[in-house]
């Protein structure tokens, strides 16, 4: 397979349950935020200064090592209009860029059909973690869905070569008959195959990977561990997906986010540090989002859900700093509540689209949206 390791790649990771934005990047130097915080908040002097006004959770000191190397974006204020306050809704939203209607085609799974419109390879996008994230979802866009690679393959248990060979031929002649017969059985026909190619592809991965940098074992650490693997196979991966779940902290929230952060601070800090150590990261973009922020004020162990929020962005080629504006924490300028956004984050889409990958935006978020130099 031709090496495509100068083409740019783009990391999704998905923190799920609504990260609170405002205990990520603490505004330490505001009395308002400690008024509204009485219990829930980060003492200004555990917080990791990045001016005088606002600063890391402290358990993000391996991302603020990338800050400081100028590798990290910190993008402020982000959200859409009529903020939906549901996690299923919100989400589905951001997957599909699209606010106002109810859509099914994912904004990634239109990319990938952009950057491989003739589906040639099937490992063009690969996801780390159980079921697709509609983001990701296109008919006639082939989507690599795994857990751990080790092992991975179909009917991997069958240690006689040729026994498995007969027994993959057997199951792709299952799926072939449906190819021609109909929009959705062509669908799910073309899906088997391509999983079954894919498959088998994916599992030689980690066979061909050797590193000096230890990850965690932790889900975030591993699935940023099996990333590194697939794309230094050089196998034509453009794009990754994964998530870490656990962010919806109604309560308990003082212990529970930092674990948090400081799992995935240290997963994203092994990966670069793995993928420079290959010299290969003049090429890979990643971006770090979550649906929607929390409260200004908290509830007393938690928060609860909120609108504007943040996301994050690193690599060699981000312009590292603090991109756009953290929203005002003054009673009057919220919105019922909640951190006001400034950002449209199809505008936020639309960067990382044009700028990074290449590729015309308007028809994959819907319009032309402010975008911010972060790339």
Do not use: C
Request: glycine share 12%; proline share 6%.
């Amino acid at each position: 397979m031709t090496p495509t390791h100068k083409d740019p790649i783009l990391v999704v990771v998905q923190l799920t349950g609504a990260n609170d934005y405002m205990n990520t990047i603490v505004p330490y130097n505001n009395p308002i935020y400690y008024d509204n915080r009485t219990t829930v908040n980060i003492p200004a002097d555990q917080v990791l200064p990045i001016d005088g006004d606002f600063g890391f959770n402290p358990v993000m000191e391996p991302l603020k090592g990338l800050y400081d190397q100028g590798n990290m974006a910190i993008i402020n204020g982000i959200g859409y209009p009529e903020p939906n306050r549901s996690h299923f809704r919100s989400m589905d939203i951001w997957h599909t860029a699209e606010p106002v209607k109810i859509a099914t085609e994912g904004w990634l799974g239109k990319v990938v059909r952009d950057l491989d419109p003739k589906a040639e390879n099937v490992l063009t996008a690969v996801n780390y973690g159980r079921g697709l994230p509609r983001a990701l979802a296109l008919t006639g866009v082939p989507v690599a869905s795994v857990g751990a690679l080790e092992g991975y393959g179909v009917m991997s248990g069958i240690a006689d070569q040729q026994h498995r060979t007969d027994a993959l031929e057997v199951f792709a002649r299952m799926y072939s008959p449906a190819i021609g017969t109909g929009p959705t059985m062509d669908y799910l026909g073309r899906t088997g195959l391509d999983a079954l190619k894919g498959a088998d592809i994916l599992r030689t991965a980690p066979e061909k990977y050797q590193s000096t940098v230890e990850y965690a074992d932790t889900p975030i650490s591993q699935n940023m561990k099996g990333i590194a693997q697939v794309l230094l196979a050089e196998l034509g991966t453009r794009i990754f997906y994964t998530q870490q779940g656990g962010y919806d902290t109604h309560s308990n929230q003082v212990p529970i986010q930092p674990m948090l952060l400081g799992d995935l601070s240290r997963g994203i800090a092994d990966f670069f540090a793995d993928i420079q150590a290959h010299d290969a990261s003049d090429n890979v973009l990643m971006f770090v989002f979550t649906e929607f922020g929390r409260r200004v004020l908290d509830n007393g162990s938690g928060t609860d859900h909120g609108s504007g929020g943040m996301a994050m962005a690193f690599g060699d080629q981000v312009k590292g700093g603090m991109h756009s504006e953290y929203p005002s924490l003054k009673r009057e300028h919220l919105l019922e509540g909640d951190l006001l956004f400034n950002i449209d984050f199809r505008g936020i889409y639309g960067t990382l689209i044009e700028r990074w990958l290449g590729l015309d935006a308007v028809p994959i978020v819907g319009g032309n949206y402010e975008q911010v130099a972060f790339v």
